[in-house]
């Protein structure tokens, strides 16, 4: 479909009207762009993941890596970037990824690593120490792994998050401050002991 896509023009062109034109009308309000970070990404905006590695640069239209996991790490750019579904069950995740993510408040995140990560691997002192290291970790969420049409579920970028504490180890439970709040309609969707 990307090839037929590629080889007309005048598809192309329409598309972008299309995308352009639904984030000027998007209905969710973002903050400022963070460029240098997260490229076009918008804070509080919705994105499939697709979406977030091609902006992000991780995926072009020629280049695909495959990526399955729950973390991206991106060296180059000294990002981490957090994919989180919060309702999971265990049809759809292992046991060994059935994490405990959650909202504290609108500034505080409840994140596990993965749960090979110990505090004193080298992943692990890079979340605790990713200000000295000059590293950005991005959190991006959703409620479930699919919409009830069967689609997946777009995240919601919660934008740059900092290091506030952790416990335990393989996993890490890290205690994450976001930078921008969570609007209250977020927040309730995504605090402990929300369901659908």
């Known amino acids: 479909a990307e090839a037929r896509l590629r080889r007309n023009p005048s598809a192309v ?3 972008k009207a299309v995308l352009e034109f639904r984030r000027a009308h998007a209905h969710t309000r973002k903050t400022d762009l963070l460029v240098d970070i997260a490229g076009p990404l918008a804070v509080h905006a919705k994105y499939t993941r697709d979406e977030i590695l091609i902006g992000l640069g ?3 239209l020629d280049q695909r890596p495959r990526f399955t996991e729950g973390v991206l790490h991106l060296a180059d750019q000294k990002v981490d970037a ?4 919060l309702h999971k069950t265990e049809d759809g995740y292992s046991p060994t990824t059935m994490y405990e993510d959650y909202a504290i408040s609108d500034r ?5 690593s993965q749960s090979t990560t110990s505090a004193d691997s080298p992943t692990g002192q890079r979340y605790i120490h990713h200000r000295k290291e000059g590293y950005t970790p991005l959190l991006f969420v959703r409620e479930h792994k699919y919409l009830p049409g ?3 579920s777009p995240y919601a970028f919660l934008g740059p998050a900092h290091y506030m504490s952790h416990e335990g180890s393989r996993p890490m439970s890290v205690t994450w401050q976001l ?3 969570m609007p209250a ?3 309730t969707r995504v605090a402990r002991g929300q369901t659908a």
């Open 13 to 15: 062109h329409d598309l």
């Open 108 to 112: 505080l995140f409840h994140w596990q």
């Open 150 to 152: 069967g689609l997946a």
């Open 82 to 85: 957090f994919f989180v579904t």
């Open 185 to 187: 309609r977020l927040l």
């Open 179 to 181: 930078e921008t709040p």
């Open 58 to 60: 991780r995926w072009e």
